[in-house]
Each structure stands twice: as structure tokens, then as C-alpha cells.
């Protein structure tokens, strides 16, 4: 948020109006407010089960929101409003979001678990669950939400190759996971 | 731009209220003054959202009450799932943004001179954006006196209705009946009555055996997400509901404790009475309404009132043949308060204001942990000149759960800090 005010002062002293013509930025923050009703201001949802959103790896927001439009991830409330917006404002949205800060959940649960238990994790969303390339961030995200999505991914409702690894695995380590990235940041 | 002067307050003794002089912005470039009237789902939105969309920008909010009390969720507050301190706030957050919050009820303007009037004082603007919510339209029934407003609540603003409403359905006995009814279009959150109903239903049938409910309604069907809120009456209170469409209130009695119909009169141990409404006595007392008319038309671009130059409506007060296909909601309201806040923000730096774009879910539980939805997002349409309605992505539930149930939830903690933290 900061940097971006910097960024507008900067550019405002030098070109004088930065909101004369509709920008892409311009048009991420405006495509994006809506979004706040659920996931927060600037997507640090506040909430339990609806994710943090802002500062999410860019491409796995354009994958998820794009999936949600299509029909094919599983989604409730998501399938019908991602249908609202074209490809080019999707990808508009997830750009804004993807520059906003990460704030971490409020509801951390705090895990006694060893790293080891997420070892087969790190390969993919970074050492510290951070997320990269298409790989989403999980370290800080609500537990019940990861858990939420663990589970989907256990019973196949989400279908992701990837991820096929939990299907082995069972609902109290899932839990222990979810409880452990929550609390990392 | 010519010169703002004060604010015409003395000293009103509020905690929240900063009283700062203005003339901080003598400088010249910077005198941008936002009035906000109206600290509810709309007016707390856009004052928020001017100061993050342009932090420069001197913004005031004007508010009656001392806190804000949420309409949304007020329904889990009858029936003990909530209480009223969870749906409660003051304004700190937005004073702490840097927000003047003043408490005082406005009753007039001078749009010329560029001012509003309040009972104890007055306020220069720049821009004005109204939210003023509605209000009741008790002069449609006859027998409406005081008496029967308090012997009937509404508990459809949220507050003392709501304490009271909760009350009277705790005291019932066991076997009593409660009556509510339905307003006619167009009125605030459609599924909201619908919404009350179930909770109730739900709260009988757990702690008040052999009671029931009785609706009168006087759509022809149940008026949002009917086939949703028909599954689940049909599924868990077919022996608790008695649901009665094209009913027409004419009359209220508080002496005898009855409502009539033109046909029949209706006795009940607990009556809540949702009347027909229009938009809040603001807008009226601002010039905002058309002769002869109920809600505030606006330009759908920037919600810049048709009447009156200058100042925005918001909120569940505007027209929607104007400002678009958007039910009344707070969602809705939440919307039109950063459409307006952008708008504002870039007309007072001689720029053009960005499109606009709306969207709505109404999260509403038909038992104590399910709830079904309704999503709906709005554009504007450059060919016809108007907001309207994208259809795909204007839908509801497939069915019900709890997990919407958890959603709803986590949707309230969501737009209470989008509004005011
Ligand atoms: C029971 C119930 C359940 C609901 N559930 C939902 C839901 O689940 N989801 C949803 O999206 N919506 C819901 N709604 C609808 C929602 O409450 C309204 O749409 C929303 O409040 C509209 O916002 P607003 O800003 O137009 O009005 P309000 O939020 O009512 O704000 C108006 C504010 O203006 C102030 N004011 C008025 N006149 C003056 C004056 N002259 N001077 C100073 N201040 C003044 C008032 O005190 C108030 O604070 C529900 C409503 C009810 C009644």
C-alpha cells in the first residue's frame, strides 16, 4: 500500500494526472473493491474459511479465478462472481492483488509439529510455504481455510496432480498442516 | 475552488470529534473538503475510501448516532446467536485515519453556498455523499400512531427494535404465536423478512414447543431466493409456519394488540411489523426526491444526484431505475460507497471519474448453522448508458449448507473492517 501511494506521488509530480486515462492499474484497484465485502480490504481477509488473497502468487490467483469461471474447480459463491469479469479484467484483478501486502491470518493455531512434517511439502510452496511460479502461498493462511483445502484435495473435489500426495495422507496430519502453516509467516 | 472556512460547531464535547481547523490547507492546491452524511453501510464505506483512494483529501463524516449497529446479522441477534455487542462499533477506526466524525442529525442545505445544516451546526463542502438509508412509511396503515410503533416493532433498522423484538420472543410462552409481516417492493434487503422467518421458526421450534408463525405477505410468492427458503420451510417447519401471500395490511390496532387485512384481523402474543419504505427523511429534507416519488435518482456513472449538483446519494436511498438492477443491500452499499469515493476523488482533481463497478452477495441462514446465498455483479454499459446486471454471474446457492453458514460469518467480519477499521 505504501509503496504504491509513493509510486502515485512520484508519478502525479511528473505527469500531472496519473487517473486521466484508464489505467490497468487503475482499473485493478477499481474491479477489486468489490472483492473486500468478502476477502477484506485489499484481500487480508479477516474471516476464518474465506482466504487471504492479497499478495497470493499472481499466477495461481489467474488459474483459480479463471477455473472459477469456467466450472472447473470447485467453488461456491466464486463460480458465480468470477463470471462476472473477462479475462482482461481478471487478469487486471490479480494483478492488483498480487502487489498487495500479505497479511497474515489472525488465527493462527499454534503447532508443536516438527518441520519435518511438511517435508514433502517445500518442494513446491517454498521452503517457509511462501508460494512461487504457480504455487500457491499457504504459510500464514487461516487453518481452517488450508484445512478446508486439504480436504478437497483428499477427496478429489479439487483435482490437481500435484497435489495428489495428501490423498495418502490422513485428516489429523492434514489438520496438523494446515495448523502448521498457519502459524508460519 | 473558493476558500472553506470552518465547521460551525462550539464545543460539542464529543470524544471522537477532532475540531482542527480546516485552514490547515490554506496552502491552496489541497482545499478538497468530502462531507459524508450517513456512518452507515454506504457513508462509512466512502469516507473510508476517499482516504485511500487520495489521503489528502480533508474528509468529515457526519453521523446521528453514537455507534454504528449492523442491520446484517441484527436477524442472529432476535434469536440469540449473536449479541448486540457483536454487532456494534464506534467510529474510532475511521477517526484514527484521520476522519473529523461528528455526531449531529443533518436537516438541511444550502446547495449554492455549499453547506449542510445540522441541529447544532453547520458544515462548508466541496462534495456531499448522502447515505441516509430508509425510512418507514407508517402513513399507508391507519391506527400507525405511537403507540402502536412501539406495541408493533419493526426491528428492521438495527438498535432498540432489535433489543426489544429479541425480548418479546424470549417471554413467549410455549404454544404462543408470533406474527410478522412482509413489506411490499421496493424495500430494504428482499430476503431479509424471509431470512427473520426461518431464524424464528428455528428458535420456536428448539425453545418454544407448539408455538407458531405466522407471515403475511403480500408478494404473490416468497420475493428472493424463494424455491431456496421453500426447501428448507418444507423441510424443517411445515408444522411451525403458516406462510399467507397477497396480504394486504390496511390497519393496526394497539389498543386490542391487532393487524387487519381488508378481509380478516389477526391476533398474535408477538406481532413484528415490517412496514413499506422509502428512502430516509434526508433525502427528502435535502431535495434529493422527486415530487411524488420515494427514492433518490442518480447518475449511474458517479451517483451524483439528478437535483442536486454536487451531491452523491448512496446506499439503499437511490433509485434503482437510476442507479441500476442492484437489490438494496449493505453489500450494495459498500459498493456504491467506493464508486462514489473514486468518483469524487478524481472530479475534485479536474479528472474524469473511472467506471463504475458493483457487485453484490446476500448471505441469509434459514436454520441456526445453514444458509443459502445470492451473488450478483453490475457494470456499466457504455451502449445503453446504464449499470446493469451480468447475468452469469447473478445466481444463487445451489442448495443450502453450513458452510455458507460459516461464510456468512466470516462475510459480516469482513465488510464491518472494510467499512471501519
Ligand atoms: C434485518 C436485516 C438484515 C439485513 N441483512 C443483510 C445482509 O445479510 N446482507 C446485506 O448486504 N444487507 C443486509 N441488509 C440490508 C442493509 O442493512 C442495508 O442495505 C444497508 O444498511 C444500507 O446502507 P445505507 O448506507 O444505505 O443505510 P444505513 O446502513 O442504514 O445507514 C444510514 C445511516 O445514516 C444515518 N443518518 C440518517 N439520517 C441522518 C441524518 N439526517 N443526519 C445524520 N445521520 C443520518 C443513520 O443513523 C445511519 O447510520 C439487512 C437489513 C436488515 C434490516
Known sequence: MLRVTIVFLMMSLAVGSVFASATEQGDGARLSRTCAGCHGTDGASPGKVIPIIGGQVE????????????????????????????????????????????????????????????????????????????????????????YLALMEYKQGERTSGLMKLVQKLDETTLKQMAAYYSSLN | MKRRDFIKYGAVGLGAVSLCAPNVFAAGHNRRRVVVVGGGYGGATAARYIKLIDSSVEVILIEKNDQFISCPISNWVLVGMKRMSDISFGYQGLAARGIQVIKDEIIGIDAKAGYVQGRKGKVEYDRLIVSPGIDFRYDLIEGFDDAARKMFPHAYKAGPQTVQLQQELQALQ?????????????????????????????????????????????????????????????????DIIDYRTEEIIASVDAKKKTISTYEEEFKADVINFIPDQKAGKLAFDLGLIPEKKLWAPVKPLTLESTLVPGVHVIGDATDSLSSGPMP?????ANSMGKVAAAAVVAELSG?????????????????????????????????????????????????????????ADDWATSIWSDMLS
Open chain 1, 59 to 146: 499466477k495461481y490467483l489467474q488459474k483459480t479465478l479463471g477455473e472459477f469461471a469456467a466450472d472447473k474447480r470447485p467453488g461456491d459463491v466464486m463460480r458465480n462472481l468470477a463470471k462476472g469479469y473477462s479475462t482482461v479484467e481478471q487478469k487486471q484483478i490479480t494483478a492488483y492483488f498480487m502487489a498487495r501486502p500479505w497479511v497474515n491470518t489472525s488465527h493462527a493455531v499454534a503447532s508443536t509439529a516438527e518441520a519435518s512434517l511438511v517435508a514433502s511439502c517445500k518442494g513446491c510452496h517454498g521452503s517457509q510455504g511462501e508460494g512461487k511460479g504457480s504455487f500457491p502461498r499457504i504459510a500464514g493462511q487461516h487453518p481452517d481455510y488450508l
Open chain 2, 351 to 407: 479528472k474524469k471519474a473511472p467506471l463504475p463497478s458493483f457487485a453484490n452477495t446476500c448471505y441469509s441462514m434459514v436454520s441456526g448453522t445453514e444458509a443459502i446465498f445470492i451473488t450478483g455483479v453490475y457494470k456499466y454499459d457504455l451502449a445503453a448508458g446504464k449499470n446493469i446486471k451480468i447475468k452469469e454471474a447473478s445466481i444463487t446457492s445451489p442448495g443450502r449448507s453450513a458452510y455458507y453458514g460459516k461464510c
Open chain 2, 174 to 238: 410455549p404454544g404462543g404465536t408470533v406474527l410478522m409481516t412482509v413489506p411490499d417492493n421496493a424495500y430494504r434487503c428482499p430476503p431479509g423478512p424471509y431470512e427473520r422467518a426461518s431464524l424464528i421458526a428455528d428458535y420456536l421450534q428448539k425453545n418454544k414447543k407448539g408455538s407458531k408463525l405466522v407471515i403475511l405477505d403480500p408478494h404473490q410468492k416468497i420475493a428472493s431466493k424463494g424455491k431456496l427458503f421453500k426447501a428448507a420451510w418444507d423441510a424443517y417447519y411445515t
Open chain 2, 328 to 332: 438494496k443491500s449493505g453489500f450494495v
